[in-house]
């Protein structure tokens, strides 16, 4: 059975950091292409990085480009998303998502492609 559960969301004061996980099970996370994706409260949902097959090819959003990082830990079967100099226009639920062909990553952030599992999301605020 195919599961994503994300973790780490919380809340922190801009300028600060989160690190995000997603751990995965029943399929391993260096085959699939993983997606980060974040929804703010009255807008649509966006994606923010990905990383993406045997080679890890990653690519992000330009609003996150030089502030978050994604990484993986095939032994651990988890995705990370490292996030720097949060803002509060980063303030969203965060998911993670998994597409079972590794296409590119920019495509996947740029919304080309349907993600195949969804996990149920963390929330991540940026507040004082």
Request: glycine share 14%; with cysteine; proline share 4%.
């Amino acid at each position: 059975q195919v599961q994503l559960v994300e973790s780490g969301g919380g809340l922190v004061q801009p300028g600060g950091s989160l690190r995000l996980s997603c751990a995965a099970s029943g399929f391993l996370v260096g085959d699939y292409a993983i997606g980060w994706f974040r929804q703010a409260p009255g807008k649509k949902r966006e994606g923010v990085s990905c990383i993406s097959g045997p080679d890890g090819d990653t690519y992000y959003a330009d609003s996150v480009k030089d502030r978050f990082a994604i990484s993986r830990d095939n032994a651990k079967n988890t995705v990370y998303l490292q996030m720097n100099s949060l803002k509060p226009e980063d303030t969203a639920v965060y998911y993670c998502a998994a597409d079972s062909v590794p296409r590119s990553a920019r495509g996947v952030v740029r919304g080309l492609y349907g993600m195949d599992y969804w996990g149920k999301g963390t929330v991540v605020t940026v507040s004082l």
